[in-house]
């Protein structure tokens, strides 16, 4: 299927040239398998050269090595595998990020500047790379991994959450301004999806975090993936892989004043829990 620009034209993804940052694990590999399912020459950007090799090799793939904080590493990896792939970036997927939840009080000063460069910068970095090239010819889709900790302030997320904010109100001014120039500009809000990431941060997660998140199990990623392909097939702004995602983007600010009596009851029977225990 085809995605249609707004100018007219259209993005084959079965020519098109895609670059998944993070694209060595979890959502931004699931998606990259669906990308090259579709055809998609597909570029893959991390940090862990193994990890990373692998996933290329499965893929079929090519990639570079950089962290996604670092601007001149990623424009630089972005430029090598354009030339490689003989074709500028059609689409991009900005996965790449991590997330450390904690108590505020406890959490170290570099917990919250890591989250900034690595969640906010590091997807502003990797669309200031490829946006003017797309904007040049007047098509394009770039898609940011927001989450739902980037639509509600969560206890425990007071260092990942405004990264993920930031994402979201980029994401939401640059759909203003590359929409009317042919671009698609999509963002993905995904709950508790089981990653290494959600592994790695369920041992940093305060119970007060744990209760909020109650018996819900996470979302296998590959469901992310089929929406964010979705999105970038429909052209869709909002991409959210599940209902409860979607209705806390479409109705948030209505419903805050329930979710917060609702989170904060758990909040304080974790709290009695744990004083008990
Ligand atoms: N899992 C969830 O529950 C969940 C929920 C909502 C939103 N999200 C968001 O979804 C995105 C993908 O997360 P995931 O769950 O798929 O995590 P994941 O399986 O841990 O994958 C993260 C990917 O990002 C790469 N990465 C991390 N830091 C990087 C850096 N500084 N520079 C370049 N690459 C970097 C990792 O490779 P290297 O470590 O080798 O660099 C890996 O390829 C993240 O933005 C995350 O915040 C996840």
Redesign the pocket.
Known sequence: MKATTASGGSLELGSAHAIV??????????TARLLAGRGAKVS??????E??EA?AKEVGAAAR??????RAA?TRAVAELEQEQGRPCDVLV??????RPGHFLELQDDVFRQMI???YF??LHALRAVVPGMVERGQGSVVA??????LIGIYGYSA?GPA?FA?RGLMESLRAELTPRGLHVGV???????????A??NRWKPPETRAIGGTIA?IP?ER?AEAIMVGIDRRRFLICPDIGTWALARFGSVLMPLLNRAFDRRVRKAREADDNA
Request: proline content about 6%.
């Open positions: 940052t993070g694209g060595s694990s979890g959502i931004g590999l699931a893959l950007i991390a940090r862990g050269k990890r990373l996933a090595v950089a962290d996604v904080a670092d990623v900005a996965s790449a990020g991590l997330a460069d690595v969640d590091g997807t991994v927001s989450s739902a900790a980037g990942y993920k994402v993905v809000f995904p709950p508790d999806v089981d990653t290494p990431q959600l790695e941060e996470p990623a992310v």
